[in-house]
């Protein structure tokens, strides 16, 4: 498939990028089992908020690759910053999501890889190396965990699942406690493993039934966004939000049925 009025191959894109966010994810293992060597941590905001090598690694093959074979494409990631090309493609990336759990050798992190063109998402994949579980949507042709179709959950009240629940210290701890607060009153209940894109995945997959973080970067949440939808879910309109891709925003994922009682809760538009 190539996009309309361009010569931009989404298909030859989502079949390569598979191949190399399982390289990444391999690379990625290394480092978390020791193989690789030790890891330099260094700190962000704090020291909850990590950066290891092992990112900047991990960011640095999937660029490289990508560009090796698609030298027009631009990437926005996380460790690296944006870098535009020379067409309308925007790779969007984080190496590793959840990276306070990989460097405690817990297996709650991923690595996520969406594809934007122009302002469409049109690639979207979240991949798990401790599951060995690869969560991949093309724009309108659905959304498959290991290549077996996903949808998301269809149940209708928030009392009949687990909420996935994200947090940063982005934002003040009473933009999230009404929101735990309204779950919990309507039998709801919530986990937060400590990886927005990874969340988003099980969501995607039914497993949960949404994900909701109050601000969120756009390497987190791309290719979230995207599963979700060709899941036949529902998201907020997160790349609607007046300078995301800088900036980042609020997001909201969930199946059909509870989108209403969310936003309820939540106080957003649906």
Request: negative net charge; charged residues 20%; contains cysteine.
């Amino acid at each position: 498939m190539a996009t309309a009025n361009t010569n931009i191959d989404i298909d030859a894109r989502f079949e390569y990028a598979q191949d190399v966010i399982r390289e990444a994810g391999e690379r990625a293992m290394a480092y978390y089992d020791g193989t690789a060597g030790d890891l330099e941590i260094e700190t962000k905001t704090n020291a909850l908020d990590m950066v290891s090598i092992a990112d900047k690694n991990v960011e640095a093959i999937i660029r490289d690759r990508i560009h090796d074979a698609f030298p027009e494409d631009g990437f926005l990631g996380e460790e690296m910053g944006i870098e535009k090309g020379a067409n309308d493609c925007l790779w969007v990336i984080d190496p590793i999501d959840g990276t306070a759990c990989f460097v405690n050798q817990m297996p709650t992190w991923c690595i996520s890889v969406a594809l934007m063109v122009g302002n469409e998402v049109v690639i979207g994949l979240i991949y798990h190396p401790c599951g060995k579980e690869l969560f991949a949507a093309q724009a309108g042709k659905g959304a498959s965990v290991n290549g077996e179709p996903i949808k998301t959950s269809d149940v209708a009240s928030v009392s009949d699942g687990m909420m996935g629940i994200g947090m940063s210290h982005r934002v003040k701890s009473d933009t999230i406690a009404p929101v735990i607060a309204g779950l919990l009153d309507r039998e709801g209940m919530f986990i937060r493993n400590g990886s927005c894109a990874l969340m988003m995945a099980y969501a995607s997959a039914g497993r949960l039934i949404g994900y909701y973080e109050p601000h969120i970067n756009p390497w987190d949440c791309m290719a979230g966004i995207l599963l979700t939808r060709e899941a036949g879910g529902w998201t907020n309109a997160y790349l609607s939000i007046p300078n995301v891709l800088e900036q980042g925003g609020p997001i909201l994922s969930s199946g059909r049925n509870v989108a209403d009682e969310l936003c309820e809760i939540i106080g957003l538009q649906h």
